[in-house]
Nanobody
Framework: QVQLVESGGGLVQPGGSLRLSCAASGSIFSIYAMGWYRQGTGKQRELVARIFKSGVTDYADSVKGRFTISRDNAKNTVWLQMNSLKPEDTAVYYC????????????????WGQGAQVTVSS
């Protein structure tokens, strides 16, 4: 069984910064992509950023230049550094692991974290 545990959400003023962390645990052999999605109230879940095992990254246009995703493959951990936060960044942020291979070669290939609330407000 693979679990994703997130931390680092909270309340911040516009222009401020937050850092989200997500650690995957379990009998993991490798993870192809790790990323962050978000879902605002009444909105669909959307991709924020993702990083592949190779280090290649992909960002939503709305966060380019403000957010930075990074990853430690050995620790199966991903971070999202969020700077210059705006009220429209307010959402529940979900960690995602895709293309997961376990040592038992069993189980699903995609997992989600429980979600971390990020609120940007003065």
């Amino acid at each position: 069984q693979v679990q994703l545990v997130e931390s680092g959400g909270g309340l911040v003023q516009p222009g401020g910064s937050l850092r989200l962390s997500c650690a995957a645990s379990g009998s993991i052999f490798s993870i192809y992509a790790m990323g962050w999605y978000r879902q605002g109230t009444g909105k669909q879940r959307e991709l924020v950023a993702r990083i592949f095992k190779s280090g290649v990254t992909d960002y939503a246009d709305s966060v380019k230049g403000r957010f930075t995703i990074s990853r430690d493959n050995a620790k199966n951990t991903v971070w999202l550094q969020m700077n210059s936060l705006k009220p429209e960044d307010t959402a529940v942020y979900y960690c995602n692991a895709d293309g997961v291979r376990t040592t038992s070669l069993l189980g699903p290939s995609e997992y989600w974290g429980q979600g971390a609330q990020v609120t940007v407000s003065s």
